[in-house]
């Protein structure tokens, strides 16, 4: 199967301070998500990441807070914006759909570990 | 709107020992489901996926799940646990066309030896 890598794979951050996470696939794929799983919780959906338009949010998360860019099939950035230490979690990317993928399969990332002091 | 509950948050079993793990859904429709495996410092690894058909499914490692759409369940089962099975387990649905996951909070499995 295709390989999906994050970067980075973890950070400590400054509260007040911005981060961008990279997603990268190394194949086509339709869709590109953003998934947030708090320390010891599960994982909550961020956004849809929409190739070449706006972001999908889910309720409780805003595009001032966690802007989110696609600009091809195969690449997605999500930053996260003016941290607070309540942002401290694992931000995973997922994809679906594809050549290599089949439909309604999501597949995750790695994962980036953000800890902000 | 879907929800996805996982009644046991740890569950410990002896190497060898048989495995079932619980998850039951709240969705309007037919469900997409799905069950994935965390292991530690790892992401997430899809085991098995339910969408239509034959309601019993198979998936890697062994594991295998079984719908039953009176009781809204689909648990997660594996008649001999080895050590490297020990994780997090997460039941999830999708919904939107399957795609948009719904995830319970995950039952973490110790293997004793």
């Known amino acids: 199967s295709a390989v999906i890598s994050q970067k980075p794979s973890r950070d400590i951050c400054q509260r007040g301070t911005s981060l961008t996470i990279q997603c990268q696939v190394d194949?086509?794929?339709?869709?590109m998500f953003w998934y947030r799983q708090q320390p010891g919780q599960s994982l909550t959906l961020i956004a849809t990441?929409?190739?070449?338009?706006?972001?999908?949010?889910e309720s409780g998360f805003v595009i001032d807070k966690f802007p989110i860019s696609r600009p091809n099939l195969t690449f997605s950035t999500l930053t996260v914006s003016n941290m607070s230490p309540e942002d401290s979690s694992i931000y995973l990317c997922?994809?679906?759909?594809?050549?290599?993928?089949?439909?309604?399969?999501?597949?995750f990332g790695p994962g980036t570990r953000l800890t902000v002091l | 709107a879907q929800s996805v509950t996982q009644p046991d948050i740890h569950i410990t079993v002896s190497e060898g020992a048989s495995l079932e793990l619980r998850c039951n859904y709240s969705?309007?429709?037919?469900?997409?489901l799905f069950w994935y495996v965390q292991s530690p410092g790892q992401g997430l690894q899809l085991l098995l996926k339910?969408?239509?058909?034959?309601?019993l499914v198979q998936g890697i490692k062994g594991f295998e799940a079984e719908f039953k759409r009176s009781q809204s369940s689909f648990n997660l089962r594996k008649p001999s646990v080895h050590w490297s099975d020990a994780a997090e387990y997460f039941c999830?649905?999708?919904?939107?066309?399957?795609?948009?996951?719904?995830f319970g909070t995950g039952t973490q499995l110790k293997v004793e030896l």
């Open positions: 194949s086509q794929v339709t869709m």
């Open positions: 969705y309007g429709a037919t469900p997409y």
């Open positions: 990441a929409n190739q070449g338009s706006e972001a999908t949010y």
């Open positions: 997922s994809v679906e759909g594809g050549v290599q993928y089949i439909e309604n399969e999501q597949f």
């Open positions: 339910y969408f239509s058909g034959d309601t």
């Open positions: 999830a649905v999708g919904t939107g066309g399957g795609n948009k996951l719904t």
